[in-house]
């Protein structure tokens, strides 16, 4: 009885409710372009933008300061996507690995 409080609690509040259905867009998106997509591809670089997005969001939100190691760490997330896609687009009749 209380799990069912909480829940309507926390389902007409739109600062929970919000960011929920986001997330919940995102996933959508995720699982269509798996079935569409290369999964070489779209797995490596959906599970690392994960944490780009995360860190941006909590930066954004000032959950978290920018520091040396979180910069550095968001900046090697890009570089490794980027190497990701440049790879695929070079010979693309490639196997996946």
Not at 72 to 88: D, F, H, T, W, Y
Request: glycine share 6%.
């Amino acid at each position: 009885r209380k799990w069912l409080a909480e829940l309507f609690f926390l389902l007409t509040r739109w600062q929970w409710l919000l960011p929920f259905l986001v997330n919940q867009c995102g996933s959508l998106v995720y699982y269509i372009t798996l079935g569409s997509a290369d999964l070489a591809m779209a797995v490596p670089i959906s599970n690392s933008v994960t944490f780009l997005w995360t860190f941006l969001m909590s930066w954004y939100l000032g959950e978290e300061t920018a520091n040396v190691s979180t910069i550095s760490g968001a900046a090697l997330i890009v570089v490794g996507v980027a190497v990701c896609v440049a790879s695929k687009l070079e010979d693309p009749a490639s196997p996946a690995a």
